[in-house]
């Protein structure tokens, strides 16, 4: 897992990659919506529930920021950006 916090303007920007073969990349713009799992094939118990990056993205949008995601090479990367305060 690679883990990144970097200033970009007045943003600060978190990106976190970690290693995954087999995704299929079609499925990346659902992974925000609630209750979505990529392999429907878990159960429960091992799978999760499918509300944790609908939860990120709805925590990062009331900061007024963004959430993406991506997959390159086999890694899958979530990156954050949230506006600094200007405290």
Do not use: E, W
């Amino acid at each position: 897992m690679q883990f990144m916090l970097v200033r970009r303007g007045k943003n600060a920007v978190i990106r976190i990659s970690n290693p995954c073969s087999g995704l299929d990349a079609s499925q990346l713009p659902h992974y925000f919506d609630r209750f979505y799992r990529a392999d429907s094939s878990c159960a429960r118990a091992t799978g999760g529930t499918g509300i944790g990056l609908s939860t990120a993205k709805a925590i990062v949008t009331r900061h007024h920021g963004y959430i993406t995601n991506d997959y390159r090479q086999g890694i899958i990367s979530f990156t954050v950006s949230l506006p600094q305060s200007s405290q």
